[in-house]
């Protein structure tokens, strides 16, 4: 188990960096000019970068929820699949940012802090999903058996590294880059979107070990044999 984990750690680490060269390339390059919102550039949404992350987390998913059904008491499984499958439609549809423009719309919020209205908006929308996110998971951890408590510590530290780039970055961003040269506003955005990267990673590791960890034993029953009579 611990070679698939140093695997999946040394794959997330290689596609996220190969993707950091990527956009620095495209941007030394002609391609900005040409196209400002390439995909290529891994802060965009919908870039290559977002997707692939987004695939990574909708594999863990579909890992988690098949050892739902097939490992006894882990319903919390469940909930992370849950869980992960909200992180993706958040991403795709742009969830928390435009309930976040809404929400600060609707109560007229100011700025405060360095973070402007819809920087609060987003994250109270972020909060009230996490308060929803984490009672699932609690009350599906309570109900569940011992391995499938102890892989939930495992996708809490990935929860971690996804705060920290998706939330943490994100917020630094939104109070630093106006008073930041370009060159230190892009190191944030890599810093943001190679975060996020790195944590859709680590979600499809550790579902990825879980699932092999728990993978039926192949039955070691030797087939009989049928001996012909001797004519």
Not at 8 to 26: K, R, W
Not at 34 to 39: G, N, Q
Not at 50 to 62: H, Q
Not at 131 to 149: E, H, K
């Amino acid at each position: 188990m611990r070679r698939r984990a140093l695997v999946g750690v040394a794959c997330t680490v290689l596609v996220a960096t190969a993707f950091v060269a990527g956009d620095l390339l495209y941007r030394l390059g002609d391609g900005v000019a040409a196209d400002p919102a390439s995909p290529w550039k891994i802060d965009e949404d919908r870039s290559f970068a977002e997707l692939a992350a987004c695939a990574a987390m909708l594999a863990a998913a579909a890992l988690l929820a098949h050892r739902t059904r097939s490992v006894p008491r882990s319903s919390v499984l469940g909930a992370w699949a849950g869980v992960l499958l909200l992180v993706v439609a958040d991403d795709l549809l742009q969830i928390h940012e435009t309930a976040g423009g809404a929400l600060a719309s609707a109560l007229d919020l100011g700025p405060a802090g360095g973070l402007d209205p819809q920087g609060w908006g987003e994250l109270a929308v972020w909060g009230a999903l996490g308060v929803v996110s984490l009672a699932a998971l609690v009350v599906t951890y309570l109900r569940s058996g011992v391995p499938a408590r102890k892989v939930s510590w495992w996708l809490l530290g990935c929860v971690g590294v996804l705060g920290v780039g998706a939330v943490g970055v994100d917020m630094a961003a939104i109070v630093v880059e106006p008073h930041v040269a370009g060159n230190v506003s892009w190191v944030v955005a890599m810093l943001e979107s190679s975060g996020e990267l790195v944590a859709a990673g680590l979600f499809l590791t550790v579902a990825w070990c879980f699932h092999r960890a728990t993978a039926p034993e192949p039955d070691a029953t030797p087939a009989p044999q049928v001996v012909a009579a001797a004519g």
